[in-house]
């Protein structure tokens, strides 16, 4: 049996809430929010803002990030319970036992309208040197949508979870996302967006305590779908 869950907010101004039980919470992720603090940036970020808003909804210990998001990426994001949820879900993760799909705005068209990446990536590739020890195989699957008069719109599908790896494909095969400063030149592309062109829209997998097979999505934000109104 599945269980698919719609948007529903938690209360006026909150994260969305997805998806929750006793054990998981699932929000939508707004962009330009970091999912952990960082040296930088220790107060504004998901954990915080989702842990805040669960303590005063009466949520009673503290929520735990299973997997990240880039910043400018909005979308499904899980949080669990406890660490002891986290650690199971993060298990599920690394059995590749988790499907995520995401929508993307790419530059130009692709020459097939589905297919599949699959090269190794550094987890340093956004730096100018590499550590050969790092080199992992990454798996990007994809399937065109919509063809519209100078991007496409892509349903994304990573097999891996290598950081930065859709951005990455996608660039190396001279079609990087809308909106890409990191792995392209804007200046080559006329199109410009304010942010990565990156919706995280489903997540899938089994439940690990209930064994009940849950689905969530989240809707294209706001300013993707403007976008595609304006182009």
């Given amino acids: 049996m599945k269980a698919v869950f719609e948007n529903r907010s938690f209360f006026e101004k909150a994260i969305d809430i997805l998806y929750e039980d006793d054990s998981y919470i699932i929000f939508n992720k707004p962009s330009g929010l970091l999912v952990i603090p960082t040296f930088k940036e220790e107060k504004k970020t998901l954990v915080n803002i989702v842990n805040h808003q669960y303590a005063s909804g009466g ?40 499907t995520k799909k995401y929508i993307a705005f790419i530059h130009g068209r692709m020459s097939l309208q589905k297919g599949e990446f699959k090269s190794v990536i550094h987890d340093v590739d956004q730096k100018k040197f590499r550590n050969p020890s790092s080199a992992k195989m990454a798996i990007t699957r994809y399937r065109v949508i919509d063809d519209m008069k100078s991007f496409s719109v892509v349903e ?76």
């Fill in 156 to 231: 994304v599908n990573p097999i891996t979870g290598q950081t930065n790896q859709i951005r990455i494909h996608f660039s190396r095969d001279e079609h990087p996302l809308v909106g890409e400063r990191k792995y392209a030149f804007a200046r080559d592309y006329a199109l410009k967006f304010r942010r990565t062109a990156l919706h995280a829209s489903s997540v899938e997998f089994l439940h690990p305590l209930i064994r009940k097979l849950i689905s969530v999505r989240a809707e294209m934000p706001r300013d993707m779908k403007e976008f595609m109104e304006r182009h």
């Fill in 59 to 98: 949520g009673a210990g503290r929520l735990y990030p299973c997997h990240r998001l880039d910043r400018e990426t909005s979308g499904v994001i899980i949080f669990a319970k406890g660490k002891r949820h986290q650690q199971l879900m993060m298990e599920a993760f690394k059995r590749r036992a988790v």
